[in-house]
Structure formats: C-alpha cells, structure tokens
C-alpha cells in the first residue's frame, strides 16, 4: 500500500510554481490522505517564490475529493523525472478496494460538512441582508458612483447577495474598509460556484456578464446612458463568471476585466459568448468609467449587444 511519505517523495519532483499543478496535487493528496496530506502538500507548496500560508490554507479548505486521484500526482512526478523504484503506482486490487471504500467514506463526510456550511452561510446571509437598508456607501463613492445605492448593513460593510440561477440565496460577499484598500470575502460556507448577484430586469432583452459589483454597477448604468435594455450578471470571479454561463440557457455578453495575466480575457473566451473590454491593461469597466467617462463605457457595452444580435 501506498505511503504518504512515499507519495511526499514522489511530489518533491514537481514543480509547485504552476498553481494549475498545486491545486490538483492539493486535491490528489486530500483524495487519498484526507487531511493528514495537508503537511505534506503545504512543504513541498513553500519551495515556490510565490507560497503564502493563507493562500494556500484556503486553497486546501475549498478543494474537495475525488475529482482527482494519486495517480495524477505520480503521473506528474514521472514526467519530472521520478521513478519508483518499486516499480510505480500500481495498486493490487486489495489495496484498491481498500483506497475506494475509505475514498467513498471520505467524500461522504466531505458531503455532508460542506451541506451544513452552506445552511449556515444562508442562514447568514439572510441576517445580514435583514440587518442592512439601501443606502449610498464609501466604497460606491469611491467607484464614482456617489449616488448608487446598495444594502449597507448596520456595521458599515456593504452587503452583495449571491444567488443561484434559480435565485436562490446561497451566501453574500461583504465588502469592508481596510486599513489601505477595500476586503472582499464571502460569507463562510457560501457555495460561490454559479452564484451570482443580478442587476436590472431579467426579463430584460440583453444579458451581459461581469465579474466584480462596481463593474457591473457600471455596465448596468452604461447601458441605461444607451437606453438599452439589458441585465447584468455579477459572477464575483473569471472562473465563476464561466460556471454561471454553463448553467445559463439563453444568450449573453461578457464585459470582461483586461487584467494582465489574461484571465478575464481567458474566461470570457471560455463562456463561448460576444465578449470586450478595456484596451487599456489592468482595467476594469468601472476603471475605464474613472479614466475615460461613461460615454466610452456605453460605447463598449454597445459593441457587446451589436455582437449579440
């Protein structure tokens, strides 16, 4: 049977800088080892330049089991070039039978933590939501959007429910004042994949997709600048913004972020909808409001909906 120092021996020829590869060793190593595999990935995670110990706690915490097995981490550490001198990764069916029963345990267990966090991440999205009126906010005025109005709850923090497609509510981000920049988080527990936050009609006759709530606070008041009748969608990240339009069965548009590293590009492209942006890097719809006005943001929003047709 399979040890997990053997396992930490073969990881230790991966290459932790890609985090495509560290989240699925992450999910490989939590599969087969539950929870005792977090030291083992966490060591070989701090041999990147890039390691932070929050980062990669979270990352472990949201990563589930059984999407991807051991054998990925081997497959990986051959390609390195690691060999076992055992002779590889080949357990004999008792051992497979034993790694499936505890595997099926273990997703069981996983099931039922996540479904209690998720009721209690409504649960707490329902009080904070009672608890809130709609009122201007700092940080609203902060995206020159003074006269916008969202749900302020009594501590200060400006509260964005999250629903499913089939909206219901799954959890809230709050958005809070740092000591030098605004904190986004979510409520704990929420199930973020396929949430998203709707602005406007829904039966309005364009749907765009965005990912953060100044963005498409923006987007929205871009489109009503063009009296054009459209919905905004905010799906809070790129790669939720591509599982929010896997489950939509309609048409829409994506306004996506121009970041740096490509990803919002990269999302957009993976929705397989009419997607633009900011031409200039690192911007935002609601950073091109700031810099160039309104009229140039409802110029891109236009471009969305002509592509749409």
């Known amino acids: 049977m ?18 495509d590869t560290w989240v699925k060793m992450a999910m490989a190593l939590k599969s087969e080892f539950g929870e005792e595999g ?8 701090r041999g990147s330049e890039r390691y932070r110990a929050s980062a990669a706690k979270s990352t472990w915490q949201s990563v589930g089991y059984g999407s991807v097995r051991l054998p990925t981490l081997f497959n990986a550490a051959i390609k390195a070039g690691w060999r076992n001198t055992k002779g590889g990764y ?44 709609l009122k201007e906010h700092a940080y609203l005025r902060s995206k020159q959007m003074p006269l916008e109005k969202g749900f302020v709850h009594i501590s200060g ?38 949430a998203c936050y709707r602005i406007g009609n829904r039966r309005a006759s364009n749907l765009i997709l965005v990912e953060g709530y100044a963005t498409g606070l923006t987007v929205y008041n871009a489109s009503k600048f063009m009296n054009l009748d459209v919905s905004v969608l905010v799906c809070f990240s790129a790669g939720n913004l591509v599982a929010v339009s896997d489950l939509l069965k309609c048409k829409a548009g994506v306004f996506a972020d121009n970041d740096a590293s490509k990803a919002g590009e990269l999302a957009a492209q993976k929705t397989k909808f009419p997607y633009a942006m ?26 969305i909906v002509r592509n749409m047709k």
Not at 172 to 185: E, F, L, P, R, T
Not at 287 to 297: A, F, K, M, S, T
């Open 157 to 194: 923090d400006l509260v964005i429910p999250m629903r499913n497609v089939r909206n219901e509510l799954v959890g809230a981000q709050i958005i809070s004042a740092g000591d030098n920049a605004w904190v986004k988080m979510f409520v704990p527990g929420t199930r973020a994949k396929g």
């Open 2 to 19: 399979t040890t997990i120092s053997e396992a930490e021996q073969a990881l230790s020829f991966v290459d932790s800088e890609d985090r």
């Open 90 to 133: 080949n357990p004999n069916p008792e051992e497979a039978a034993l790694r499936k029963v505890a595997h099926e345990k273990r997703m069981a267990t996983e099931e039922k933590e996540r479904e209690c966090r998720q009721k209690k991440a409504v649960a707490m999205a329902t009080k904070l939501i009672a608890d809130s009126e």
């Open 278 to 303: 900011s031409k200039t890097e690192g911007h935002d719809a609601n950073d091109d409001l700031r810099e160039y006005g309104i009229l140039h943001v409802a110029q891109i929003v236009g471009q």
């Open 38 to 45: 977090y030291d083992v990935w966490d060591r070989w995670s």
